[in-house]
Nanobody, 121 residues
Framework: QVQVVESGGGLAQAGGSLRLSCTVS????????VGWFRQAPGKEREDVAC????????SYLDSVKGRFTVSRDNAKRTLYLQMDSLQPEDTGMYYC??????????????WGQGTQITVHP
């Protein structure tokens, strides 16, 4: 059984930083791209960041480029999202996802339960 478990959510002030972690078990972690989606109340879900199976390539939502950094440690089966210069519009539920393929696409194989990020002005 695949388990996708996020940690590290919480509250931040605008301009602050948070780091999300996600540990995956039950599959061969380094066979898949992994990444983060987010969804704010009343808004569509967004593909925030993704990293290829080797970690050699990444992709980002335009609004987070230069502020967020996605990384992975295949030995630890863990995905990270370093979020700097946070803005109130970054508020939402963040979901760790195992993608369907080795490369990044919006096709998701497994979802985490989500972790809430709230950024105050």
């Amino acid at each position: 059984q695949v388990q996708v478990v996020e940690s590290g959510g919480g509250l931040a002030q605008a301009g602050g930083s948070l780091r999300l972690s996600c540990t995956v078990s039950g599959l061969t972690f380094d066979n898949y791209a992994v990444g983060w989606f987010r969804q704010a109340p009343g808004k569509e879900r967004e593909d925030v960041a993704c990293i290829f199976w080797t970690g050699g390539s990444t992709s980002y939502l335009d609004s987070v480029k230069g502020r967020f950094t996605v990384s992975r440690d295949n030995a630890k089966r863990t995905l990270y999202l370093q979020m700097d210069s946070l803005q109130p519009e970054d508020t939402g539920m963040y979901y760790c996802t195992v993608r369907k393929y080795r490369y990044c696409s919006e096709d998701v194989r497994n979802w985490g339960q989500g972790t809430q990020i709230t950024v105050h002005p």
